[in-house]
């Protein structure tokens, strides 16, 4: 009996063992990695891949159709209760309305960024814009500012000369000096 026993564990450990040499495998990879498989090879390989990956089961399909989604939780339903209760409160709109030489600071922040610089013919200077725009002076633009909605103010560009230029928003003023870099915008000088 004891020479079973310790037969048992050896012939199946011997078993394990040997399977790999023993296996009869169909696909053959051996071989150099840049040798091209012959054709026989490759539909040897195909057809293997044919068997083991494209087999269905319609029994697994059905598992699954039937099967609880595992994502879902069930969820304590809370009993709803109707109470309305009414708020009215009035309120009202607060309109500020912002002075000429408040907005003008904000225009001329943006607008400074616009300006590449100045040109002088004969004796009108223009201010020449990123986009290639000439602006000469008295020209007047619009302008509205998120803060302000519904109000829209007249910006006139009053003087312009080698150095800086004028913006002005009714008796507000604030001229822009443009900088010596030649990188184009200005620096703000507040009169």
Known sequence: ?????????????????????????RIKLSGRKDVVLSPSSRAVVL??????????????????????????????TIAKTSQVTEVTAKVEEVVINYDDASVLRVVAQNFSSQVRGTLVRGSTSFLQLRGGNMIKPGTSFPVTIPQAQGQTFTVTVSEITGNDYTLQIGEATQTISLNASGTGGGAIKLN
């Open 1 to 25: 009996m004891k020479k079973i026993t310790n037969f048992l564990p050896a012939a199946l450990l011997a078993a394990f063992i040997l399977q790999p040499l023993l296996a009869d495998t």
């Open 47 to 76: 057809d293997v891949a044919r068997q083991n990956l494209s087999e269905k089961s319609d029994d697994f399909l059905m598992l699954i159709a039937e099967s609880d989604n595992p994502f879902l939780y069930e969820q304590p």
